[in-house]
DNA sequence: ACCTGAACACCGTTCAAGT
DNA sequence: ACCTGAACACCGTTCAAGT
């Protein structure tokens, strides 16, 4: 019925290499950067092994479970090392926002699945308890940190999420021979839209990354400015489901 | 004479209701808000409109459209006269995000779709061209206003799908007999993840709303504290791809 | 212990054909 | 104009069987 599903026996006696999650998921990884994540199947994840994709089954239970393990690898390249603790604690949130966008931004295929994951390994919260180190060293409270970094994450994560949903549009609408201003600005027509064409009018294409530094800068800024004031009314709605 | 596509004899004679868009879409957010977004698929959406499956490809070129009209059904639930313009700009901001996630959260199970795809219908951007004139008639620059109503709708749509990300997998764990809090508990231990337990511990669980609160306020304090200043470094990198 | 291959119950979409 | 039904090329997953 339900035997002890255990995965002993990690010796390397045997010469096979034979398959590990590891090299599954580094497989996979490389499909979705180079083929996107449509094109990610276990049968097509098998051909690229060289195995038969049922033969992935004995290593990872299903297919969430794999992409759980990309998260858990792209997250792996977030390098904590680049922080600088001499800096402000405002800034060094801001640098460790641009840290997190930084990794996401080299798979952009697989921010999709990263974005829209809440993480779940040991390995990817490791970057939330050094940034939690850092609100509650600039004397956040406990309930305010968390808040923090809830409101950081899922920033940094929404903002990446459409920043690259963007770019994808914008190359498609670009293999059609429209630029995308053109096209918006067909959908909406100057009587009905006065401001959004007098602005798509002034201002042309934007720079995502300064769009991302912007917001990050307003949001810790605001997030400084706000959250050491008093928070009994809060207090009040904390026990909900 | 004229041969519009506009197919207007829904009256007699042909008794036959036949099928519609605005049917087809109904039926499809039903579908998803009471059997979740995997139920809906082009058989089932069939079976339930009692109709062959095959059909529905008359009226909607394929499930794509399907899903933007999804979309473009929840933005038209977004009522614009809920806005009071006698508040701050700063207020009718924060008003207009409760507003915006108050829709999303009434389709829980649409988010995914909602949150995740870019807005391409023009009555999707109806509350875009209202929140813009907030923007610039509060004096933000135009190239500013554009930075703020994307960071603006990043915010609110990424937070909403995490918020709605998060209830789903505690809802999934309780179901599991294991509070959330436990399983993450169990999950860090206390020597690696110091912060995290001492927040955990201290805090218990959160209301989102107050979050959502919180952090739009933060975001838009920042904004407004933030976005009048020279612009002139950012003119540099306007032009990129 | 690890991998195979057939099979099951699904998908979205195309297309010739019906009314 | 509007709908049908068979068919195509896929999915994820299960399971008995091979080595």
Redesign the interface.
Known sequence: MTPPRKMVSEERGKSRPGLTREAIIAAALEIVDEEGLEALSMRHLGSVLKVDPMAIYYHIPNKSALLDGLIEAVMGEIDLSLDDPSLPASERIVLAAHIYRDVMMAHPQAV?VIA???L???ES??P??YL??IF?GAGFS??????AV??F???V???V???V??IF?EEAAACHGCAPTESLQQ??PVE?????N??MA??????????FD??I???????F???YEDEDQ?SV?????
């Open positions: 999709q829209i994951n809440n779940n390994t040991r919260f490791r939330v308890e939690m180190d509650l406990p309930h305010r940190a968390l808040a809830n409101i994450g899922r920033f994560r929404g903002f999420l459409f920043e949903h963007q549009a959908l909406l009905e839209f006065p401001r959004m007098e602005v002034s201002v042309g294409a934007l720079g995502t990354v300064d769009e912007l917001g800068r307003a949001l810790v800024d605001g997030m400015a706000t959250f809060m709605n904390e026990d909900q489901t």
